[in-house]
């Protein structure tokens, strides 16, 4: 009830003031669950992605907006709720490893989930190679990859920024990559870093991003 809401309100809102430029979202599923990967520059896109999809987006969130206290704690926990996201112990390997089973069950549930390949936010532009995570959720779950390439949020709300600004933002979706047959008889391992690879290039022809072509390790504080 929150999220729909939240979801009538917050996205007329939101684009009248911010006008995101938006491509591709045709090739988003209405209905079905669906797996939505983009990359990553700034806390805003958790909300930005959800603002534009018409249907709602699972995201995981750190723990720590579901935990606080008081009002203010309260106020969190409503608007995280309300925008769909659920809660993920980013410090508890075990936790993580289950964050995996959270997503596939939002994919059981017919739902669509977010995902940053990346693990973390990137804090110079480039686009680091993505984690197998989402590529072990495509093969499990047989869902569809959309990725997205995100361009503006790291303007929109910078990296220490505790509010959001006005700036150019652009959502571009891609066509769909779904997982068939070619993958049969291919080393698990082997088959989630391909199909891993294969969205991050996808991701990156959306965003206009040079690939590091390694990892992105998350910064003590982030």
Known sequence: MLYQVLHAVVPPVAKAVWRPTVRGLDRVP???PVIIAS???SFADSVVIPIVVPRKVVFLAKSD???GTGVKGAASRAWFGGLGMLPVDREDSAAAMGSLQTALDV???GEAFGIYPEGTRSRDGRLYRGRTGVAHLALTSGAPVVPVGLTGTEQLQPIGSK???LAKVTVAFGEPITVGTEYDGVAPGRARRDLTDRI???IAELSGQVE???YNDRPVLD
Do not use: Q
């Open 212 to 214: 590091a072509g390694v």
């Open 200 to 202: 991050m290039s996808a």
């Open 30 to 32: 209405a209905t079905g």
């Open 163 to 165: 509010l959001p600004r």
């Open 107 to 109: 994919l059981g549930r």
């Open 39 to 41: 990359n990553h520059l």
């Open 65 to 67: 907006y579901f935990t």
